[in-house]
């Protein structure tokens, strides 16, 4: 698959520095900063794209704002009674920025060229539900799914992969002389980046600048500003400086883009506008359940008691956010259980050690039968937060007596590390609104994910598993809140994950930007919205 990214990219890149960026004599650029290029701007893609750009390309059929579905590419859809059959009636002259019509059609060939890459989605509990699209004329398209599946719509809203591109740049077998099922080369990605949103990508400058223009046919509001340059600036202190120094505008996202002093310094110059988020996520480590000493529960429980989080999110996060007690916040859907956090108890910390046969040594470490208390920890090397969030957990951690060991991974090599469970902890954020708790509780079944192997040594996964996959069918509100009541409930008392805090974006920006909003979800920036500030 490595194989396949880099050849992906290779292509896109060859394409893409043919188009020429609009200069600045057709309007304002917006100049912000991002830690990575853009990647390779697939619509289906994940690993190097960067959702962030994939929302400005590519739209969805419905989209998530302010907590609930509205209509987009499609203007109003209905639902059988059964509820297996989604019809949608489709915004009438959206075309690609190729031109090309977005039609039935072109619904079909995207959600088609989804399920014929199945595997490679099956995270997404939706695409594994979908048994066929049908198209009923030019503007109206039918998703029929196998079962009833109430978060339908959420799904389609997502990021990825369930966008829409130009049919002609979708790669298939038939290009190449066997019609119907995309492998081999060609198979799950793009030719070239065409949406029908408000950008254009338009040209990259390797390592330095990927630039987007308007979308001069787009069907909504056009964009005020005439492009987005996204410069590659990696370490945030630099992302600071250019910040302060005005060679970009604006700095916004979450995973420490704007690093917590920054930003506490920001919000105090009046020659910046700097404010945060509402909550979006949760930090979290994940104590992996499978093998090893934390395959025992106690010390799992242990873990959590010796974990101060408030120091986390007083000294490092300087208060900027709200405390977590649980894997998701109380404002998720479903998500509003009666749980007691587990607080910070060092004393009671060491007497689960105790009781589960961990004796202190003189050194102050704990062993069993000649094996020492010692675990291995990863998270995101270039991530300056993950690091010293590790460095707080490993400090108590060891004043219980159990040994840390902290890695610093990159992050495709953490991912795999992710995919086949070797950790005993790891750092992991939740994915916020609209995956929780629905898509992110789905994902838990699926092997390449962290919690899949964090938690398939669970005496119970099998069971949870089972409870997952009915309650996503379930069709009665009352039945789905009590099995959602108990898979949470079920999830905390296993002391897999040990929430920190609650995610929120943060968003710096010089006077001459307005309107600066943030996106519903971790991932969007909504650069259409924000316009030139008009001099008074």
Not at 48 to 68: C, I, S, T, W
Request: include cysteine; proline fraction near 6%; glycine fraction near 6%.
């Amino acid at each position: 698959m490595n194989d396949l990214r880099r050849g992906c990219c290779a292509l896109v890149l060859m394409a893409l520095t043919l188009v020429t960026p609009m200069s600045q004599a057709d309007g304002p650029i917006l100049d912000v900063a991002w830690p990575f290029d853009v990647g390779p701007l697939d619509s289906q893609g994940y690993g190097a794209n960067q959702m962030m750009a994939q929302a400005m390309v590519y739209e969805p059929l419905v989209r998530f704002h302010d907590g609930k579905i509205e209509p987009w590419l499609a203007t109003n859809w209905d639902i059988s009674d059964d509820g297996r059959t989604y019809v949608f009636t489709l915004r009438d002259g959206v075309r690609f920025s190729d031109g090309a019509p977005f039609d039935a059609r072109a619904v079909k060939a995207n959600v088609d060229a989804v399920l014929q890459c199945r595997d490679r989605h099956d995270w997404l509990a939706l695409v594994n539900k979908i048994e066929r699209v049908e198209v009923r004329d030019a503007r109206t398209v039918a998703l029929v799914l196998k079962t009833p599946y109430y978060p339908t719509l959420m799904e389609l809203s997502l990021i990825r992969p369930l966008r829409f591109a130009s049919s002609g740049v979708l790669q298939t077998e038939s290009e190449h002389g066997d019609a119907g099922a995309r492998t081999g080369q060609d198979a799950c990605r793009l030719s070239r980046p065409i949406g029908t949103g408000p950008w254009v990508f338009s040209k990259r400058e390797p390592g330095r600048v990927d630039h987007f223009t308007r979308n001069p046919t787009y069907w909504g509001t056009a964009p005020a500003y005439a492009g987005v340059d996204i410069h590659i600036i990696n370490d945030p202190n630099t992302r600071a400086v250019a910040l302060e120094t005005g060679k970009v505008d604006l700095v916004q996202g979450t995973r420490g883009l704007v690093s917590s002093d920054s930003f506490q310094r920001f919000t105090q110059d009046p020659r910046f506008n700097a404010r945060a988020s509402k909550p979006l996520a949760t930090r979290t480590f994940v104590i992996n359940a499978s093998h090893g000493p934390t395959g025992d529960v106690r010390v799992r429980r242990a873990i959590e008691h010796a974990i101060d989080t408030d120091a986390m999110r007083t000294s490092l996060l300087f208060d900027t956010e709200p405390k977590a007690g649980a894997l998701f916040s109380s404002d998720v859907p479903y998500a509003d259980v009666a749980l007691t956090p587990y607080a910070f108890d060092p004393n009671k910390a060491r007497t689960l050690l105790d009781n589960a046969g961990w004796a202190r040594g003189k050194d102050g470490l704990r062993s069993k039968a000649g094996t020492p208390l010692t675990l291995d920890a990863y998270f995101v090397g270039d991530d300056p937060l993950q690091k010293a969030l590790s460095q707080v957990m490993q400090a108590n951690l060891a004043d219980i007596g159990i040994q840390v060991r902290l890695h610093g991974e990159e992050e495709t090599a953490l991912m795999q590390r992710e995919r086949n469970g070797g950790f005993d902890l790891v750092y992991s954020d939740t994915w916020g609104a609209p995956y929780e708790p629905h898509a992110y509780l789905s994902s838990m079944r699926v092997p390449a994910h962290a919690d899949y192997q964090a938690q398939k040594g669970l005496a119970d996964k099998a069971e949870l598993d089972r409870a997952i996959v009915r309650v996503l069918t379930l069709q009665d509100e009352t039945e789905r809140r009590a099995l959602y009541h108990d898979i949470l409930t079920r999830l905390h008392e296993a002391a897999i994950y040990v929430p920190i805090t609650h995610v929120t974006s943060r968003s710096v920006s010089r006077p001459d930007v307005d309107n600066v909003q943030f996106g519903d979800t971790l991932e969007d920036v909504p650069f259409a919205r924000m316009r030139p500030a008009r001099d008074e």
